[in-house]
């Protein structure tokens, strides 16, 4: 049975439909990742499965009942925000004591999940410090140990890595797998992050202004993306989208190749681009071109670090791909042609 | 054509300290002429044997009229009362500002109306206040008591005897709660303003996660929302009390210091003495009794103020 269920539920604001029917199951153990833009009714459905917001209309299910009407107080959820809201006047022990103390949950246990959420988290040094006086990274992690505290049924994560330094995050991203692999929470993860969707989720739900556009593992989105949003929206940098009449051909830019030093002879592809910008980021370089034989369209190439260099502006070069890596997109319906 | 006003204009404006200077100039000027002027004046005067007839400051009689006016009957009144009503009335305002600012920290209908009304009491006149309330509280003809005589709270067999009225003006006990009543009455539109921004500037994030995490009504108001509008409760305080504390109006207007003595505050003692009665001198000693409480309050709050913003 799924931990979580949502069954065609959608959220009005007057004449906005923040959500517009979803559809969508999570299971034991899974950390299912909503990734889309601002306003793409990712957080407003994360609210309604908090308690936080009411939806207009359908079911949402907590381990097989309906919980819409519920307060948040009486669902067994918890929640990290992106600020990680910390209750300031508290120390990080208080923090952590508080949901146990508002939830009464049984004192004898207090100390036990307090010891195993503290070692997960490895914060035990901070215990009496003021949430204050707390860097980002940790105050995310207290956060953590306070939502892990309870035990919950389900884990809601409001884009808690935003905040964070670009260094930070990465680090923080792993422990995040890590500590999600460790403690098997069920979790629902929403993010703008296309690469954080991709690294922590088992599977990932791609949303648009309020509905699902497609629901998949990483490698399903990367591979097979079902339209042209999901292909521009996942991968970085984003799908080459041309134009070859009704038709839109998608090629990534790392699966363009040279085509004298392409090893395969059927190529999906065959792309003639003069160079107008190179651009060099330590382990590979991206070149900017323009398309020679076609619609002028702007398609962008990795290269590896040797051949960067010998690389000149301005020159024509022509670039294949594989036939598996290229994909075609209906131009009316913008819906992946198989 | 250059020079002339222009020129003048030029050698302020572009000049930090100048220009500063300028805009501060109205403030001080209005400080010093109608604060420190009387101040200094007042000091003088509760040093003099100065009387309306006869308003020489430059009688030396030292200490003289504090000696004086500390034997006074109604000075030790007055500084009891002025002491009690402050205090009642600031524990009052604290409890119910936050209260009202809960209910206004919440949308709900008629929410502009609502807070159009709860301002009311402060933006009216003093004086227009209490005239309202001295009908309320008339011993005759108050409406309060004959909606106490409908629900058998006075009256033949109601719960405070078969009295039909509360004199509520001409009993020592009754009299002071109904000082204070107005009091908090007049003060809670301001204290709300004060304590209400603080409140809105609390994340709503913050609210959310003690809802997820289980807290009812009560666990946020008292280890979330107070916590954090303490230092906003302290200036409301701050600000309020002050006002209490040397307002003379209210007790003018109900009262007139009656029954007897026993409504009597130090601002309206020191007006009776010294413009009613004449006798500046002592006036003014009474006034300046004000002052060391006033400001062990102001240091006191400012004190706590900066101290919970270090956290």
């Known amino acids: ?338 | 054509m250059k020079g002339g006003p222009r020129h003048l204009w030029e050698a302020v404006a572009d000049h930090d300290r100048r220009l500063g200077w300028v805009m501060l100039g109205p403030a001080v000027v209005y400080i010093v002429a109608f604060i420190g002027v009387p101040f200094v004046l007042a000091v003088l005067l509760s040093f003099s044997n100065a009387t309306v007839g006869n308003p020489t400051i430059h009688h030396f009689v030292g200490l003289q009229n504090f000696i004086q006016v500390i034997h006074q009957r109604q000075f030790v009144t007055g500084l009891e009362n002025s002491l009690l009503v402050t205090f009642v009335t600031l524990a009052l305002l604290l409890v119910l500002a936050t209260i009202e600012v809960e209910l206004l920290a919440r949308p709900f209908r008629f929410k502009r109306l609502v807070q159009t009304l709860l301002i009311l009491p402060w933006a009216m006149p003093v004086a227009l206040a209490a005239i309202a309330w001295l009908w309320l509280l008339d011993s005759q003809f108050s409406p309060l008591d004959w909606i106490f005589r409908q629900i058998h709270v006075l009256g033949p067999g109601g719960i405070f005897g078969p009295a039909m009225h509360f004199y509520y003006l001409g009993r020592t006990g009754l009299a002071l709660a109904s000082i204070i009543a107005l009091n908090v009455w007049r003060m809670l539109p301001l204290a709300v303003i004060i304590v209400l921004a603080g409140r809105l500037s609390i994340p709503q994030e913050l609210f959310d996660q003690a809802e997820i995490d289980g807290a009812g009504v009560f666990r946020t108001l008292f280890r979330i929302t107070i916590p954090a509008l303490t230092p906003v409760l302290i200036v409301a305080v701050l600000f309020t009390g002050l006002l209490v504390f040397g307002d003379m109006a209210i007790v003018n207007l109900l009262t007139s210091g009656g029954p007897g003595n026993s409504t009597q505050v130090l601002p309206y003692w020191a007006f009776l003495q010294g413009i009613n009665g004449g006798d500046l001198g002592a006036g003014a000693a009474v006034a300046l009794f004000l002052l060391p409480v006033l400001l062990a309050v102001a240091i006191f709050a400012l004190h706590f103020a900066y101290r919970s913003r270090e956290d």
């Open chain 1, 1 to 338: 049975m799924a931990v979580l269920e949502i069954r065609n539920v959608t959220k009005h604001y007057g004449k906005i439909h923040a959500v517009d029917g979803i559809d969508l199951e999570l299971e034991e153990g899974e950390l299912l990742a909503l990734l889309g833009a601002s306003g793409s009714g990712k957080t407003t459905l994360m609210r309604m499965v908090a308690g936080l917001e009411q939806p207009s209309s359908g079911d949402i299910l907590i381990d097989g009942e309906s919980v819409v009407g519920i307060p948040p107080r009486h669902r067994n959820v918890a929640m990290v925000f992106q600020s990680h809201a910390l209750y300031p006047q508290m120390t990080v022990r208080e923090n952590i004591l508080f949901p146990l103390k508002s939830r009464k949950v049984p004192k004898e246990t207090w100390q036990e999940r307090i010891d195993w959420a503290v070692s997960m988290l490895r914060i035990d040094h901070l215990l009496d410090r003021r949430t204050t006086r707390l860097s980002g990274g940790e105050s995310q992690r207290v956060a953590l140990a306070r939502a892990l505290v309870r035990d919950p049924e389900l884990f809601l994560f409001d884009e808690p890595l935003s905040a964070l330094d670009a260094q930070v995050r990465n680090v923080a991203r792993a422990e995040l797998r890590d500590l999600q692999r460790r403690t098997g929470i069920t979790t629902l993860y929403v993010t703008h992050d296309q690469l954080e969707a991709l690294g922590l989720g088992d599977r990932v739900v791609v949303m648009k202004d309020g509905r699902i556009r497609q629901v998949g593992t990483p490698e399903e989105l990367y591979a097979r993306p079902a339209d042209l949003f999901v292909a521009s929206f996942i991968g970085n940098p984003p799908m080459n989208l041309i134009e070859r009449g009704e038709t839109i051909v998608g090629v990534r830019a790392e699966h363009l190749v040279l085509k004298d030093r392409a090893d395969f002879t059927d190529a999906g592809i065959d792309l003639a681009l003069r160079v107008g910008q190179l651009e060099f980021l330590g382990s590979e370089w991206l070149a900017y071109g323009v398309e020679e034989d076609g619609d002028g369209g702007r398609v962008v190439v990795r290269l590896p670090p040797d051949l960067g260099d010998n690389v000149t502006l301005g020159e024509r070069y022509e670039f294949v791909a594989e036939r598996r890596h290229v994909k075609h997109f209906d131009k009316q319906s913008e819906r992946l042609v198989e």
